[in-house]
Each structure stands twice: as C-alpha cells, then as structure tokens.
C-alpha cells in the first residue's frame, strides 16, 4: 500500500513516501481503507519521540481517520464490512489502509462529512469529556479557554456555548481571537499583550472563572488559576506550549478549586459506554450545526510533510487533514 511513513525519529521533513505491506487485522480489530486523515499537534510529538506511546519504526503518523472497513477479525461483533467510521489509531493514518482495535473505532451517521469527522470529532470528544464528565460545567458559569484557537480549544468554544456557558477566548494574537469570536467566543484575552490574571478578573467583575480549560500549560497555567473562582475547575488537558507547569498547591487550597486530569484516551476505554453516549451526542449537535467544527485545510498524501509543518506555525489555526482516497 502507499503510505507516508517515518523510519527514524524527527521533524517532519525526515518522512518519506513509498510502500509498506499491507496491515493484517488481528482478531480484535478491523481493516480501514482510509478517505482522509486528520493531522494534529500529538502527530508531531509522536514523530519526535516525545509522547507518552511509541510506535515500532517504521510507521505512518496519523491518529485521526476516516473511511470504510473491509475486513473484520473474528471477535469483532458490533462493526461490519462497509461501515462508514471514525477511527482513533493514534497513527498509521497516512496510509491507504490501517488495522486498528474495534473500541477506537466509531460508525459515523448521514451527513457528517468525512472532513469534519477527521479533524474535529477527536478535539470535540476530549473537550466534551473535560467540560461535562470532569468538570460538570453548568449554563450560567464561565467558561475560560487556553490557546482557543487551536483544535481542543476551538471545539471548547463551541461545546461551552452549547451547553448555556459564557466563554472567554484566550489566545497569542488578535487574529487568532477574531476566529474565536466567530465560533462563539463571548470575550477575548490576548495573553501575549494583556496581563492574563488581571484581565479575567476585569471580565468576571472580579469573581474569576468557574471553569478553565488548559491544554497548553506552561507560563499560561499559574495566572490563569489565580483568576479562579471559588469551587472552580481547572482541567489539564496537555501542555502544547512544551512546559509542564509547577502549581503553587496553596492556590487549590485558598480558592477551594480542584485540578483535574482530562485523558480521554483511557476514559474512552475505561468507560467505553458512557463516552459512546457522549458521542452520540456529538453527533446530535453537528447534524443540529450547534457545533461545526474547526476550519479547514486538505492536502494530498504527497503534502503531508507540508500540512504537518503547518502545526508547527503557531499563526496557522486552520486545522489539516491528509486526503488518501475519494469514494
């Protein structure tokens, strides 16, 4: 099959295109024949050696795909040849075809489009995880959203606006948070030029944020929990910005918050009925257009390299996906 794939860890530009074998499904999984890709910010970190799984070399990147199973082991008894799905495989998406285990693998309703399915239901499903099942946000709370403009915080916006929430964008320019404005964002924090702590106390009149959803970390963690409200949620959901933060444990203390963990790879598996449902409801809100989705960039499978580097440059905020087959 033609694949992009890695054969030694390191930037993007050490990839290269040719064949690989054929994968062959084990009894618990299913064969896909890819449609598109999506690619994000983990794609990187797996490339380089830097993320908490490690594939065997060599390997395809690409955790997010789209297409139709055409074979099913022998122990798989809720998906079927044919199925439309999204599937989670954490990479070897670029590439015609990918094995992946059946419980990391969705079918997808009429009129979902494939392009949204790739790059936005991975996002949608981890922001959805933290907001609901973590931090059990409420309509009328606020909502703030860390690096707002990237995928997990994009889908934030969206999910906190639909579940009756007021939501502060923050992100690193302007033109980044005029695009928060247009999925729903209610105010705006530019963190780079204003003071992050002192300007959720002027939007909030003071009281601080009920909710905060962090997937970047770094300097961004610390005056961010100071804008805290009393019981508020702070969710980590990653560290984009490179830096694990180092909390002053007397903040959680005094503001009577808490810190919570969102990993929705092991929710998904630990609680695999329950994040099903939450699926569904996913679903419900994109065919309702409650919820549409990150905007878009589509390449070619001989442009993977480029849509790749495109995570890298932190003023690109359209989200890519690798286009491998059209049906």
């Given at each position: 099959?033609k694949?992009?794939?890695c054969e030694?860890f390191?930037?993007p530009?050490?990839?290269k295109i ?6 062959r499904?084990?009894?618990n999984?299913?064969l896909i024949?890819?449609?598109?890709c999506?690619?994000?910010y983990?794609d990187?970190?797996i490339l380089q050696?830097?993320y ?11 955790g ?7 074979k099913?082991?022998?122990h798989?008894?809720e ?6 799905v999204l599937a989670?495989c954490r ?5 015609e075809?990918?094995a ?5 693998v ?6 979902i489009?494939?392009?949204i ?10 922001a959805y995880y933290?907001l609901?099942d ?8 606020t909502l703030?959203?860390l ?5 997990i915080g994009?889908?934030?916006i969206?999910l906190g606006?639909?579940m ?11 033109e ?5 404005t247009?999925?729903?964002a209610?105010?705006t924090i530019n ?10 106390k002027e939007?909030t009149d ?7 959803l ?7 963690t610390d005056?961010?929990l100071?804008g805290?409200?009393?019981k508020?949620?702070h969710?980590i ?5 490179g830096?694990i933060p180092k909390i002053?444990m007397?903040?959680?203390l005094l503001k009577g918050?808490?810190?919570?963990g969102v990993?929705?790879g092991n ?5 695999a ?9 996913l679903y419900?809100?994109?065919?309702e257009a409650k919820?549409t989705?990150h905007?878009?960039e589509?390449?070619g499978?001989g ?11 932190r003023g690109?905020?359209k989200k890519?996906v690798?286009?491998?087959f059209y049906?």
């Amino acid at each position: 099959m033609k694949a992009v794939f890695c054969e030694k860890f390191g930037l993007p530009g050490n990839l290269k295109i040719g064949e690989l074998p054929d994968p062959r499904p084990k009894e618990n999984q299913v064969l896909i024949q890819v449609e598109v890709c999506g690619v994000s910010y983990p794609d990187l970190l797996i490339l380089q050696n830097k993320y908490q799984f490690k594939p065997e070399l060599p390997f395809s990147p690409g955790g997010e795909v789209v297409g139709k199973i055409t074979k099913v082991g022998e122990h798989v008894k809720e998906l079927k040849i044919g199925d439309r799905v999204l599937a989670l495989c954490r990479w070897g998406g670029f590439a015609e075809k990918v094995a992946v285990d059946s419980d990391r693998v969705f079918v997808l309703p009429d009129g979902i489009s494939s392009q949204i399915a790739a790059s936005s239901l991975y996002s949608l499903s981890t922001a959805y995880y933290g907001l609901k099942d973590r931090a059990d946000l409420q309509t009328g709370e606020t909502l703030l959203v860390l690096g707002a403009s990237g995928a997990i915080g994009i889908a934030a916006i969206e999910l906190g606006k639909a579940m009756g929430a007021k939501v502060i964008a923050a992100a690193s320019s302007d033109e980044k948070l005029v695009y928060c404005t247009s999925k729903g964002a209610d105010e705006t924090i530019n963190y780079e030029s204003e003071d992050l702590k002192n300007r959720i106390k002027e939007l909030t009149d003071g009281k601080g944020v009920n909710v905060i959803l962090d997937p970047v970390g770094g300097k961004y963690t610390d005056p961010a929990l100071r804008g805290m409200a009393w019981k508020g949620r702070h969710l980590i959901v990653g560290f984009a910005n490179g830096e694990i933060p180092k909390i002053p444990m007397n903040l959680p203390l005094l503001k009577g918050c808490s810190i919570v963990g969102v990993f929705w790879g092991n929710f998904s598996k630990v609680e695999a009925e329950q994040n099903r449902r939450n699926m569904n409801q996913l679903y419900k809100w994109i065919l309702e257009a409650k919820v549409t989705g990150h905007e878009v960039e589509e390449y070619g499978l001989g442009n993977a390299k480029k849509a790749l580097l495109g995570i890298q440059d932190r003023g690109h905020y359209k989200k890519g996906v690798v286009r491998i087959f059209y049906y």
